[in-house]
C-alpha cells in the first residue's frame, strides 16, 4: 500500500487497549483508499494490546512500536508523528473508529486545493454497540471564534500536514492531559486555520475508561489553569486569542462549572458560573448553560425529597 511517501499516515497512540485497539484497526484496513500507512505507539501497555495490533502488520502498511515506560499519549502522538511517512498526519485514538469513506473524503478535500494543510472533519459520539450518544456541533463564527469557545477538533479525526505539526506538537507536560489536543490545535491555528472537510470522520466510544469520563471537576480546573498560562505566554498562540479572550477565559470557566455540576458540587458550580459571566456575559443565553441549569436541578431535586420527608 501507497510508497516510500503515503499521503496519509494515521497516528494511533493506545494503551491498555486489548478490547478496543482491533476494532479501531479494522475501521482503517476497510477502507476502500489504500494510499495510507498505520504507526501504532504503544504506551507500554501490561495486556494484549501490542499482540492484537501485531495481527494486521499483513494487512496495510503498519509499523508498531512500543515506549520503554508510559509517557501519557502526548509523547506517543509526537514520537508517531516523528516516525510517519506521510505527508499529512491522521490523529485517531485506539478507543476511536474511522466512518466508511473518511479517508476518501479527505484525499478529496485535499485534492481540491493542496494548500489545505489543517482541517477535520466532524465526530459523532457512540456506545459501544455503536448507537449515537450525541453529535457535537461546531461553534458559529470565524475559526478563531470556534476554537476560543472550545475544541469541536477533539483528537481523533485531524489532519495536519506533517511539517506544519512539527512546528508545533503536542506539549507533554502531563498537567495538560485531557486538553493537549485543544492546547496543539490553538497554536497550529495560529499559523494555519483549520477548514472543514465534508462528512463524517472519527466516531468517538463513549465508554467508563475515557480521561473525560473520569476527571474531577478540581483537576480540570487546574489543568485549564495551566493550559491559559501556558498559552498566553506563547505569543503566536495570544495573539490568536486576542480578540476572543473573554470568550475563552468565561469557556474554561463554564467547562469547570458543569464538571462541579455533574459531580454533585452545587456552590462551586454556581461560583464558577457567575465568574463565568463576568468574563463574558453573552454565555448566559447559550445552550450549554441550559444544560448547566438541568444539571443544577437533578442536584437541588434529591434535597427537595429528603427535605420533604
Known amino acids: 500500500m501507497g510508497g516510500d511517501r503515503p499521503l496519509i499516515s494515521v497516528i494511533i497512540p493506545t494503551f491498555n487497549r486489548e478490547g478496543h485497539i482491533g476494532r479501531c484497526l479494522d475501521s482503517v484496513v476497510t477502507e476502500s483508499f489504500a494510499d495510507y500507512q498505520v504507526v501504532v505507539v504503544d504506551n507500554a501497555s501490561t495486556d494484549d494490546t501490542v499482540s492484537v495490533a501485531g495481527r494486521y502488520l499483513d494487512r496495510m502498511d503498519l509499523e508498531v512500536v512500543v515506549n520503554d515506560v508510559n509517557h501519557e499519549r502526548s509523547f506517543s502522538r509526537n514520537r508517531g508523528a ?27 478535500f485535499i485534492a481540491g486545493d493542496p494548500g ?25 463564527g470565524t475559526m478563531d471564534r470556534v476554537l476560543a469557545e472550545g475544541n469541536p477538533l477533539s483528537c481523533s479525526g485531524v489532519y495536519v500536514e506533517r511539517e506544519l505539526f512539527l512546528r508545533h506538537r503536542f506539549d507533554e507536560d502531563p498537567g495538560l492531559v485531557g486538553s493537549e489536543d485543544w492546547h496543539c490545535w490553538i497554536r497550529v491555528a495560529a499559523e494555519h486555520l483549520p477548514q472543514i472537510c465534508p462528512g463524517e470522520g472519527a466516531l468517538l466510544v463513549d465508554h467508563s475508561g475515557r480521561t473525560s469520563v473520569v476527571d474531577p471537576w478540581r483537576s480540570a480546573e487546574r489543568r485549564f489553569a495551566l493550559l491559559a498560562a501556558s498559552l498566553l505566554q506563547d505569543g503566536g498562540a495570544r495573539r490568536f486569542l486576542a480578540p476572543n479572550i473573554g470568550l475563552f477565559r468565561a469557556t474554561l470557566t463554564h467547562y469547570v462549572a458543569v464538571k462541579a455540576a455533574g459531580q454533585g458540587h452545587l456552590m462551586a458550580s454556581m461560583g464558577r458560573f457567575g465568574r463565568c459571566l463576568r468574563h463574558h456575559p453573552r454565555l448566559l443565553f447559550s445552550r450549554r448553560t441550559a444544560h448547566l441549569l438541568r444539571l443544577w436541578l437533578r442536584v437541588l431535586r434529591p434535597a427537595r425529597v429528603s427535605g420533604s420527608n
Do not use: C, M, N
Open 82 to 108: 516523528k516516525i510517519a511517512r506521510g505527508r499529512y498526519l491522521l490523529f485517531l485514538d485506539s478507543d476511536d473508529e474511522l466512518t466508511s469513506g473518511a479517508l476518501e473524503r479527505a484525499a478529496e
Open 116 to 140: 489545505r494543510l489543517f482541517f477535520f472533519q466532524v465526530l459523532r459520539i457512540v456506545d459501544e454497540s455503536g448507537g449515537t450518544v450525541y453529535r457535537p456541533r461546531v461553534g458559529r
